[in-house]
């Protein structure tokens, strides 16, 4: 359960650069509320995390979002 305002995507993306996994994988959740176009390519990047658990928000969300995963990154 979220409370007040959207993070921003700016935010969304700072946070997929911390050293805590457990906030990584929320990124990934957060930019998967966002448009496709907009965060494809930053899911597709998370996908190359060392987390299982952040690999898995990031393939989570690509599937939400319809996006298709390249191979090489599964």
Same mark, same amino acid.
């Given at each position: 359960m979220q409370?007040? #305002?959207?993070? @921003?995507?700016?935010?969304a993306r700072a946070l997929t650069k911390t050293k805590?996994?457990? !906030? =990584?994988?929320?990124?990934?959740?957060?930019l998967a509320r966002r448009p496709a176009a907009?965060? @494809?390519k930053d899911l597709v990047a998370l996908l190359g995390d060392d987390s299982p658990l952040v690999q898995r928000r990031?393939?989570?969300?690509?599937? =939400?979002?319809? !996006?298709?995963? #390249?191979?090489d990154k599964l």
């Open positions: 409370f007040g #305002p959207e993070p @921003s995507l700016e935010l805590h996994a457990e !906030v =990584r994988s929320n990124a990934a959740l957060l907009d965060v @494809s990031a393939l989570e969300g690509m599937i =939400r979002l319809q !996006v298709a995963a #390249p191979l």
